[in-house]
């Protein structure tokens, strides 16, 4: 299973785009609530439906693990990062995008890695930071920020499927 978490103040086009597009491709996401509501509030003042609260998760099937940028408030709890770092010490696939990457620099995660984020967060990147729009390191994959949403899509369902799967998933989408 591949999860992607919501926390208030998310940018909905970085979310709704991947898992519209995994979901596309048939690979299984399910959309965690960081929040303890289902409904979260993005950063553009839309609702949306998180398919589980983050308790009602327990993540021993996690395959990727995917931040949605729009704030840095996914940093903000303990369990998430303890959860990712896990993750990461483990060799398994995490993604993040536009501010999100930045909190995988502060949790140390990007070390030995390159990656990318939005224009301001850089520092939080350290050496990490090499600037692009989707950047593949190791296990992990960051990007830019709203505009690349369909681009960081395409290339998760290419690492959890392959480059068939996301050029059909491309066409029929007329991207």
């Not at 960081?34 to 996690?62: P, Q, R, W």
Request: aromatic share 10%; charged share 20%.
């Amino acid at each position: 299973m591949n999860y992607l978490f919501l926390s208030t103040g998310f940018e909905e086009i970085e979310a709704l785009t991947t898992v519209d597009l995994l979901r596309r491709a048939n690979i299984q996401v399910t959309t965690v609530s960081c929040e303890e509501s289902k409904m979260v509030l993005g950063s553009h003042h839309i609702n949306v439906e998180a398919d589980k609260l983050y308790k009602e998760c327990d993540f021993t099937d996690a395959e990727m693990l995917i931040l949605p940028g729009g704030s840095r408030r996914l940093g903000e709890f303990a369990w998430l990062r303890e959860l990712v770092i896990r993750h990461n010490e483990a060799g398994k696939q995490i993604a993040a995008i536009c501010a999100a990457p930045s909190i995988l620099g502060d949790w140390g995660v990007l070390q030995g890695k390159q990656a990318t984020c939005y224009p301001g967060f850089e520092s939080y990147l350290g050496d990490a930071y090499i600037g692009g729009l989707v950047v593949e390191s190791k296990n992990i994959i960051t990007a830019k920020g709203p505009g690349l949403s369909a681009d960081f899509a395409f290339c998760l369902i290419e690492h959890l499927a392959d480059a068939e799967t996301a050029d059909a998933v491309y066409e029929a989408a007329q991207y």
